[in-house]
């Protein structure tokens, strides 16, 4: 029989648990993530603006980084509020609709995310590889291209998700053990057969995630071999440092991603399930904190152009 809160075919709202065997800690648990959704905010939106009124900084590289800045800030908001009310006020309700929206962007916006590193890679590589042709080859229409199709690619990828889900009869409990609405968390709330949304959330990510780590290694692969063919040490040493930024945002995105990935599916029993969804927040939370200040501390041009436009700043006010 339906619980009291259930319908037929599909629920009126679903109900967020949050965190399954730490309720009672929900407040305290809020208080890291209100602050790791303050700093990505201020941290990403201040490379944003800094990258927009610093010509020094109008390269690809940086399009590219102010590109994965507007992602990060836009996924963060899409579900970081919506934990806070559910641990400090106990609003739990989402609708359906709502739901379904939510878990289209979250997905969606990750899948742009790892999409952007992959242009930053190749970025890189043709810095690196073919640094007489970088300014030829990332043109600005070039470049506006590529954010475009990483974005639509996510839209034409995720969108069936959401399809796949609203289709699936909701007859049980619309209670969700999350934080947010997952693909899969929701799907297994059904009473139906998922089968098909498993399937298919496997291609979408080997299809987004697969192909993008595979341009990674393919494009960092072939910029190891430039730079150990570089005679000069000097030249060896630059050419590394230009790339560690972008190797510490790949490692903080992927290295909790593919994490949930196989405890997921291959791990469940095993892993408590409080510690998937902590690992699942992070997986969100963690790069878009991170970026900025990994960013702000390995990139000698950003922190130039913070000094210049805060000298800049400060001259504009002794001036009224």
């Known amino acids: 029989m339906c619980g009291e809160n259930s319908s037929s075919l599909a629920p009126g709202f679903f109900v967020l648990n949050g965190i399954p065997g730490l309720e009672a800690a929900h407040t305290w648990i809020a208080l890291p993530f209100c602050f790791m959704y303050i700093i990505p905010v201020l941290g990403n939106c201040g490379l944003i603006y800094l990258i927009s009124h610093e010509e020094a900084l109008h390269q690809p590289m940086y399009y590219f980084l102010a590109l994965l800045s507007f992602t990060d800030v836009t996924l963060c908001t899409t579900t970081v509020p919506n934990m806070l009310c559910i641990f400090w006020f106990n609003l739990k309700e989402i609708h359906f609709n709502a739901?379904?929206?939510?878990?289209?962007?979250?997905?969606?916006?990750?899948?742009?995310?790892?999409?952007?590193?992959?242009?930053?890679?190749?970025?890189?590589?043709?810095?690196?590889?073919?640094?007489?042709?970088?300014?030829?080859?990332?043109?600005?229409?070039?470049?506006?291209?590529?954010?475009?199709?990483?974005?639509?690619?996510?839209?034409?990828?995720?969108?069936?998700?959401?399809?796949?889900?609203?289709?699936?009869?909701?007859?049980?409990?619309?209670?969700?053990?999350?934080?947010?609405?997952?693909?899969?968390?929701?799907?297994?709330?059904?009473?139906?057969?998922?089968?098909?949304?498993?399937?298919?959330?496997?291609?979408?990510?080997?299809?987004?995630?697969?192909?993008?780590?595979?341009?990674?290694?393919?494009?960092?692969?072939?910029?190891?071999?430039?730079?150990?063919?570089?005679?000069?040490?000097?030249?060896?040493?630059?050419?590394?440092?230009?790339?560690?930024?972008?190797?510490?945002?790949?490692?903080?995105?992927?290295?909790?991603?593919?994490?949930?990935?196989?405890?997921?599916?291959?791990?469940?029993q095993s892993i408590p399930h409080h510690v998937h969804i902590l690992i699942a927040n992070l997986y969100l939370m963690l790069p878009p904190t991170l970026n900025p200040i990994v960013y702000g501390v390995k990139t000698k041009q950003i922190q130039e152009g913070v000094i210049k436009l805060f000298f800049k700043e400060k001259d504009v006010l002794v001036m009224k």
Do not use: W
């Not at 049980?172 to 059904?190: E, G, L, Q």
């Open 99 to 268: 739901c379904l929206a939510q878990m289209f962007f979250v997905h969606m916006l990750t899948g742009m995310e790892s999409g952007v590193l992959m242009l930053m890679a190749l970025d890189r590589y043709v810095a690196i590889c073919h640094p007489l042709r970088y300014s030829t080859i990332l043109t600005n229409p070039v470049i506006t291209k590529a954010g475009l199709a990483t974005f639509l690619r996510g839209v034409l990828l995720i969108l069936p998700f959401t399809f796949l889900t609203k289709r699936l009869p909701y007859c049980r409990s619309n209670f969700i053990p999350h934080t947010y609405c997952d693909h899969m968390s929701v799907a297994k709330v059904s009473c139906g057969n998922f089968k098909v949304n498993a399937i298919y959330g496997l291609l979408a990510a080997l299809l987004i995630g697969g192909f993008d780590m595979f341009c990674i290694s393919v494009s960092y692969t072939m910029i190891l071999r430039a730079v150990v063919s570089l005679s000069s040490a000097d030249a060896r040493h630059k050419a590394f440092s230009t790339c560690t930024s972008h190797i510490c945002a790949i490692v903080i995105t992927y290295v909790p991603a593919l994490f949930t990935i196989f405890t997921h599916r291959f791990g469940g």
